[in-house]
T-cell receptor
Framework: QKEVEQNSGPLSVPEGAIASLNCTYSDRGSQSFFWYRQYSGKSPELIMSIYSNGDQEDGRFTAQLNKASQYVSLLIRDSQPSDSATYLCAVFNTGGFKTIFGAGTRLFVKA | NAGVTQTPKFRILKIGQSMTLQCAQDMNHNYMYWYRQDPGMGLKLIYYSVGAGITDKGEVPNGYNVSRSTTEDFPLRLELAAPSQTSVYFC??????????????FGQGTRLTVV
């Protein structure tokens, strides 16, 4: 079982719709969770971080964490073509004190 | 505000050659990481360091070596380059994970081709 799993996509949504991205992780001791956005040919950039169960909102982005289900998600409201990118889920693993990334989900927002 | 600086940006190596990818950060972060990203794939952890003098293997360490003599620098050494090491390499740093916010900050990447 991979430590951090994501659907590779691509996920295609129309402009203005809600995009929903999902991630599961295997280490129950994980304490910190991050969503990064990566445009083609660029380095990852942080868009959301979440450290406790529930929702964390920042503008059009909402991160949701459910530690009991080992599940973290990212919702993008009012999706824009500029949101088209690969979204990487990352988990800080307390067992080894390191940050592990999922394979990423490609998102396409159609104008 | 340089953040994380990687050099070089691009490099072509011949099979069997060696090279060092440089990474420096000016944010006084204890944690530093090296990842590789193959085309269309996610990030695989090669090595990481929790402070000067302390390093540990990640998911794909074979064929690489690291050192951490200072807080600022975390070079990655490739010995006997192989075509399988063709990839984009990212260096990242983060604050102590027990701080309130400890997300990783990335360098701009090094695109390496082994021919």
């Amino acid at each position: 079982q991979k430590e951090v799993e994501q659907n590779s996509g691509p996920l295609s949504v129309p402009e203005g719709a809600i995009a929903s991205l999902n991630c599961t992780y295997s280490d129950r001791g994980s304490q910190s969770f991050f969503w990064y956005r990566q445009y083609s040919g660029k380095s990852p950039e942080l868009i959301m971080s979440i450290y406790s169960n529930g929702d964390q909102e920042d503008g059009r982005f909402t991160a949701q964490l459910n530690k009991a289900s080992q599940y973290v998600s990212l919702l993008i409201r009012d999706s824009q073509p500029s949101d088209s990118a690969t979204y990487l889920c990352a988990v800080f693993n307390t067992g080894g004190f390191k940050t592990i990334f999922g394979a990423g989900t490609r998102l396409f927002v159609k104008a | 505000n340089a953040g994380v600086t990687q050099t070089p940006k691009f490099r072509i190596l011949k099979i069997g050659q060696s090279m060092t990818l440089q990474c420096a950060q000016d944010m006084n972060h204890n944690y530093m990481y090296w990842y590789r990203q193959d085309p269309g794939m996610g990030l695989k952890l090669i090595y990481y360091s929790v402070g000067a003098g302390i390093t540990d293997k990640g998911e794909v360490p074979n064929g690489y070596n690291v050192s951490r003599s200072t807080t600022e620098d975390f070079p990655l050494r490739l010995e006997l380059a192989a075509p399988s090491q063709t990839s984009v390499y990212f260096c990242a740093s983060s604050p102590n994970p027990f701080q309130d916010r400890h997300e990783a900050f990335f360098g701009q990447g090094t695109r390496l081709t082994v021919v």
